[in-house]
C-alpha cells in the first residue's frame, strides 16, 4: 500500500496491517512508481489519520473534566498530561473542540469560575487556578474569558444562545471590570493606547522570540521590562473579548424585552453600542503600530523603545482569526503569502512553526520548565487560530489553509502511532511529540479540524 507522509511524500508500509486492512503503526520508507497514484493514497491515508486521532479523542475527552472543588465553585477543564489545573486559552480551546463530548457544561463552568475569581475593583485575576486557588504562574488571564462564556451560550443547541447567555448576567460586573482593566495604565500604554502585557510568559507562547526576557522566573528579569510587551494576540482577543460582551448583552437585552424589563433593555443596548465601539479602538491600534505594510504582516512592538519587533512568528498572522471584514482581502493574501514563503521559514511539513527556522533563536529543544518552547516547535492551536483565519478569507486561501490543516492532523496522528499519546507540541525538524506526555488540551482540535477548516466553519466564530 501507499501511505501519504508529510514527512517523505508518498511512502510505503512495512506490510503490517492492522484492523479493516489499515496500515498498522509501523515504520514508513518511500514508494516506487509500481504503486501508482500517490493523490489516491494520500486521500486514503488522510481518512485513516482522522480516525486515529478521533478515536484518540473520543477515548480521553472526559480526562479534561472536573468537577466544582475547593474554590472553583464549578465544573472545569484541565488540559491534561502533568497539566491538572485550569488555564485561561487551554480551557477556551479544548472545551470548543470536545462540545460533541460533553465538554458543554465544564466550558461554563470554567469561564464562571474565572469570572467569580475577579476583582471588582481592579479587574484582575491570574491565568491559571487550581482548588486551593491561584497557582501565581500567569500574571493576568489572557482575554478570552468572555468570549468563552458567550461561545459556551452560542452552542448550547438544547436552550439556544439567548437563554442560554441568562446565568452569565450575574457576572456583568466582573466581565466589565476584566475588560476596563485593559484601558487603565499600565496595561494601556499612555503614548500610543497600545495594550501591553506584564511579560511573554502571560501571551501563552511562554518563551516566544518576540521578548529578550520572558519573565520573572528568568534570571535576565528586571522590573523595567514588566508592561513593555505590545502583541497583535493580545488585540486581537481583546477585540473578540469586546464583541462577545456585546453579544451577551444583546442576549441579554432580549431576555429583558421578553420580560417588558424596559430600563433592563435600554441598560444593555447601550452597553452593546459601547463595547462594540471598544472594540473598532483596539482594532485601529492595532493596524496603526503592529501592521507593517513593507513586510506584509503583522509585529510586535516595544514600547519602552517605540520599536517594532520583526521577529517572524505565528503572531503575524493572528489578525485573520478576529473576525469578518476585520483584515482586507488583499491584507489577508500577503499575510498568507508571508506565513507560507520559503524564505521566511514559518511553515515546515507538520504545520506552521511558532517561529521562523530563520530566527538566530530558532529552536526545538524538548523542554517545559521554566518555558514551554515557543522559539520552533509546531502547536495545534497556534495552527488553529491561522488555518480558521485563513478559511474565512475566500476560497483560495481556504484551499491553502486545508492543506496545512491536513499536516496538523497527520503530525498527531503519527505522534499517536510512535508513542502512543500526545505532547503539548511537536518538533518543526522532525514531527516528533515534544514534552507534556498525555497532553489532550488544544490537540484535541485535531478531532474536528480538517472538517470545519474545509467548509470554512470555524466554531470559534462569534
Same mark, same amino acid.
Given at each position: &500500500?501507499?501511505? %501519504?507522509?508529510?514527512?517523505?511524500?508518498c511512502?510505503c508500509?512495512?506490510?503490517?496491517?492492522?484492523?479493516?486492512?489499515?496500515?498498522a503503526?509501523?515504520?514508513?520508507?518511500?514508494?516506487?512508481?509500481? #504503486?501508482?497514484?500517490?493523490?489516491?493514497?494520500?486521500?486514503?491515508?488522510?481518512?485513516?489519520?482522522?480516525?486515529?486521532?478521533?478515536?484518540?479523542?473520543?477515548?480521553q475527552?472526559t480526562?479534561?473534566?472536573?468537577s466544582?472543588?475547593?474554590?472553583?465553585?464549578?465544573?472545569?477543564?484541565v488540559?491534561?498530561?502533568?497539566?491538572?489545573q485550569?488555564?485561561?486559552?487551554?480551557?477556551? #480551546?479544548?472545551?470548543?473542540?470536545?462540545?460533541?463530548?460533553g465538554?458543554l457544561?465544564?466550558?461554563?463552568?470554567?469561564?464562571?469560575?474565572?469570572?467569580?475569581?475577579? =476583582?471588582?475593583?481592579?479587574?484582575?485575576?491570574?491565568g491559571?487556578?487550581?482548588?486551593?486557588? @491561584?497557582?501565581?504562574?500567569?500574571y493576568?488571564?489572557k482575554?478570552?474569558?468572555?468570549?468563552?462564556?458567550? /461561545?459556551a451560550?452560542?452552542?448550547?443547541?438544547?436552550?439556544?444562545?439567548?437563554?442560554?447567555?441568562?446565568?452569565?448576567?450575574?457576572?456583568?460586573?466582573q466581565?466589565?471590570?476584566? /475588560?476596563?482593566?485593559?484601558?487603565?495604565?499600565?496595561?494601556?500604554? !499612555?503614548?500610543?493606547g497600545?495594550?501591553?502585557?506584564?511579560?511573554? /510568559?502571560?501571551?501563552?507562547?511562554d518563551? *516566544?522570540?518576540?521578548?529578550?526576557?520572558? $519573565?520573572?522566573?528568568?534570571?535576565?528579569w528586571?522590573?523595567t521590562?514588566? &508592561?513593555?510587551?505590545?502583541?497583535?494576540?493580545t488585540?486581537? #482577543?481583546?477585540?473578540?473579548?469586546?464583541q462577545? #460582551?456585546?453579544?451577551?448583552?444583546?442576549?441579554?437585552?432580549?431576555?429583558?424585552?421578553?420580560?417588558?424589563d424596559?430600563?433592563?433593555?435600554?441598560?444593555?443596548?447601550g452597553?452593546?453600542?459601547?463595547?462594540?465601539?471598544?472594540?473598532?479602538d483596539i482594532?485601529a491600534?492595532?493596524?496603526?503600530?503592529?501592521?507593517?505594510?513593507?513586510?506584509?504582516?503583522?509585529?510586535?512592538? =516595544?514600547?519602552?523603545?517605540?520599536?517594532?519587533?520583526?521577529?517572524?512568528?505565528?503572531?503575524?498572522?493572528?489578525?485573520?482569526w478576529?473576525?469578518?471584514?476585520?483584515?482586507?482581502? !488583499?491584507?489577508?493574501g500577503?499575510?498568507?503569502?508571508? *506565513? &507560507?514563503?520559503?524564505?521566511?521559514?514559518? /511553515?515546515?511539513?507538520?504545520?506552521?512553526?511558532?517561529?521562523?527556522?530563520t530566527?538566530?533563536?530558532?529552536?526545538?529543544?524538548n523542554?517545559?520548565?521554566?518555558?514551554?518552547?515557543?522559539?520552533?516547535?509546531?502547536?495545534? =492551536?497556534?495552527? %488553529?487560530?491561522?488555518?480558521?483565519?485563513?478559511? $474565512?478569507?475566500g476560497?483560495?486561501?481556504?484551499?491553502?489553509?486545508v492543506?496545512? @490543516?491536513?499536516?496538523?492532523?497527520?503530525?498527531?496522528?503519527?505522534?499517536?502511532?510512535?508513542?502512543?499519546t500526545?505532547h503539548?507540541?511537536?518538533?518543526?525538524?522532525t514531527?516528533?511529540?515534544?514534552? @507534556?506526555?498525555?497532553f489532550?488540551?488544544?490537540?484535541t482540535?485535531?478531532?474536528?479540524?480538517?472538517?470545519?477548516?474545509?467548509?470554512?466553519?470555524?466554531?470559534? %466564530?462569534?
Amino acid at each position: &500500500f501507499c501511505h %501519504a507522509a508529510r514527512r517523505g511524500g508518498c511512502a510505503c508500509g512495512a506490510g503490517n496491517y492492522g484492523k479493516g486492512g489499515k496500515p498498522a503503526l509501523s515504520k514508513l520508507h518511500l514508494c516506487p512508481a509500481r #504503486f501508482g497514484a500517490c493523490e489516491q493514497a494520500s486521500d486514503q491515508a488522510g481518512d485513516w489519520d482522522q480516525e486515529v486521532v478521533e478515536q484518540h479523542v473520543a477515548s480521553q475527552a472526559t480526562k479534561t473534566f472536573r468537577s466544582a472543588s475547593g474554590v472553583l465553585k464549578f465544573p472545569f477543564l484541565v488540559p491534561a498530561g502533568p497539566y491538572d489545573q485550569m488555564w485561561d486559552w487551554d480551557s477556551l #480551546f479544548m472545551g470548543v473542540a470536545l462540545l460533541k463530548y460533553g465538554s458543554l457544561e465544564y466550558l461554563a463552568g470554567t469561564m464562571k469560575n474565572f469570572l467569580d475569581h475577579t =476583582n471588582l475593583t481592579t479587574g484582575e485575576v491570574q491565568g491559571c487556578l487550581q482548588p486551593s486557588g @491561584a497557582t501565581g504562574v500567569i500574571y493576568h488571564a489572557k482575554p478570552v474569558v468572555v468570549q468563552g462564556a458567550w /461561545l459556551a451560550a452560542k452552542h448550547n443547541t438544547t436552550h439556544g444562545a439567548v437563554a442560554a447567555a441568562q446565568p452569565f448576567v450575574e457576572f456583568e460586573k466582573q466581565m466589565r471590570a476584566l /475588560l476596563d482593566y485593559w484601558d487603565r495604565a499600565p496595561q494601556r500604554h !499612555a503614548a500610543t493606547g497600545l495594550r501591553v502585557l506584564h511579560d511573554q /510568559l502571560e501571551g501563552g507562547s511562554d518563551n *516566544l522570540v518576540t521578548s529578550q526576557c520572558p $519573565s520573572k522566573f528568568s534570571p535576565c528579569w528586571v522590573p523595567t521590562d514588566a &508592561f513593555t510587551l505590545a502583541s497583535v494576540d493580545t488585540h486581537v #482577543f481583546l477585540y473578540r473579548e469586546h464583541q462577545a #460582551f456585546a453579544k451577551l448583552c444583546d442576549a441579554w437585552a432580549s431576555h429583558a424585552q421578553k420580560s417588558s424589563d424596559d430600563g433592563s433593555l435600554l441598560h444593555y443596548q447601550g452597553l452593546a453600542r459601547e463595547h462594540r465601539e471598544r472594540a473598532e479602538d483596539i482594532l485601529a491600534v492595532m493596524e496603526r503600530y503592529l501592521w507593517s505594510e513593507e513586510s506584509g504582516y503583522y509585529m510586535a512592538y =516595544n514600547v519602552s523603545t517605540g520599536q517594532r519587533i520583526e521577529n517572524k512568528v505565528w503572531l503575524m498572522g493572528m489578525p485573520l482569526w478576529a473576525g469578518p471584514g476585520v483584515v482586507s482581502e !488583499a491584507r489577508a493574501g500577503r499575510v498568507t503569502d508571508a *506565513l &507560507f514563503a520559503p524564505e521566511n521559514g514559518m /511553515l515546515s511539513k507538520w504545520g506552521f512553526r511558532s517561529t521562523s527556522s530563520t530566527d538566530t533563536r530558532y529552536s526545538n529543544t524538548n523542554e517545559i520548565k521554566p518555558y514551554s518552547n515557543w522559539r520552533g516547535p509546531v502547536w495545534t =492551536n497556534a495552527n %488553529a487560530v491561522l488555518l480558521y483565519g485563513m478559511a $474565512s478569507h475566500g476560497k483560495q486561501l481556504r484551499d491553502r489553509a486545508v492543506q496545512v @490543516a491536513s499536516s496538523v492532523v497527520h503530525a498527531l496522528a503519527d505522534d499517536l502511532r510512535v508513542s502512543g499519546t500526545w505532547h503539548e507540541c511537536l518538533s518543526s525538524d522532525t514531527g516528533v511529540g515534544l514534552a @507534556a506526555p498525555g497532553f489532550l488540551s488544544w490537540d484535541t482540535l485535531g478531532g474536528i479540524l480538517n472538517s470545519t477548516v474545509a467548509t470554512g466553519n470555524d466554531p470559534f %466564530a462569534l
